[in-house]
């Protein structure tokens, strides 16, 4: 079992629609980051959370320290963002990260 | 500027070729990282500079050599690879444990 695991896998959903993706993980943690990658590559930090919520316009993260999990949310999602996105967790401090599998994201016209 | 660049984007090497990614930051950060990506699969942490200074190291076969000339630069030199070797090289930095700036990636292919 892997220390990050995130739901779905793979997620297809109409413009407009509201969005949630999970990610559960297995240890103790100092932070959770919620990731974004578009075809081609490039990585953006979407957020970096240690306890609470955090929104940055329409994306909403929520973490549940005691439960281990986190959730990102997407309100009036847009073809756009369409993309991967990615958790990932640091412990202790440290600055190595442990990913999980991505979540691949689509959102249609 | 919050930016990490990369370069090259491209780069398609033999198996006896030496060539190196270069990967640059100018955000003042002190921790500069380089991962590896196969498709449809996360990043994979290869090496971590903190200060300059290789502080880890995720048992990487020793033809890919990291490099951090000075706070700004990191590279990666590559010799003597594996076509499984192919796959995106992922450059980031941050300021110690604080978030990660990822650059665009170097896109390698090793024949």
């Known amino acids: 079992k892997n220390e990050v695991e995130q739901s779905p896998q793979n997620l297809t959903a109409q413009e407009g629609e509201f969005i949630t993706i999970n990610c559960s993980y297995s240890?103790?943690?100092?932070?959770l980051h919620w990731l974004q990658q578009h075809p081609g590559g490039g990585i953006v930090s979407l957020f970096m959370?240690?306890?609470g919520k955090k929104k940055h316009g329409r994306l909403i993260a929520t973490i549940n320290i005691q439960e281990k999990h986190s959730s990102l949310h997407i309100t009036a999602s847009h073809p756009r963002d369409s993309a991967v996105y990615i958790c990932a967790v640091s412990r202790g401090g440290a600055q190595k990260l442990v990913f999980g599998q991505g979540t691949r994201l689509t959102i249609n016209p | 500027d919050t930016e990490v660049t990369q370069t090259p984007k491209h780069l398609v090497m033999g198996m006896t070729n030496k060539k190196s990614l270069k990967c640059e930051q100018h955000m003042g950060h002190r921790a500069m990282y380089w991962y590896k990506q196969k498709a449809k699969k996360p990043p994979e942490l290869m090496f971590v500079?903190?200060?300059?200074?290789?502080?880890i190291n995720e048992s990487v076969p020793s033809r890919f050599s990291p490099e951090c000339p000075n706070s700004s630069l990191l590279n990666l030199h590559l010799h003597a690879l594996q076509p499984e070797d192919s796959a995106l090289y992922l450059c980031a930095s941050s300021k110690d444990t604080d978030t990660q700036y990822f650059g665009p990636g170097t896109r390698l292919t090793v024949l």
């Open positions: 240890v103790g943690i100092s932070a």
């Open positions: 959370l240690s306890s």
């Open positions: 500079y903190s200060y300059e200074k290789l502080s």
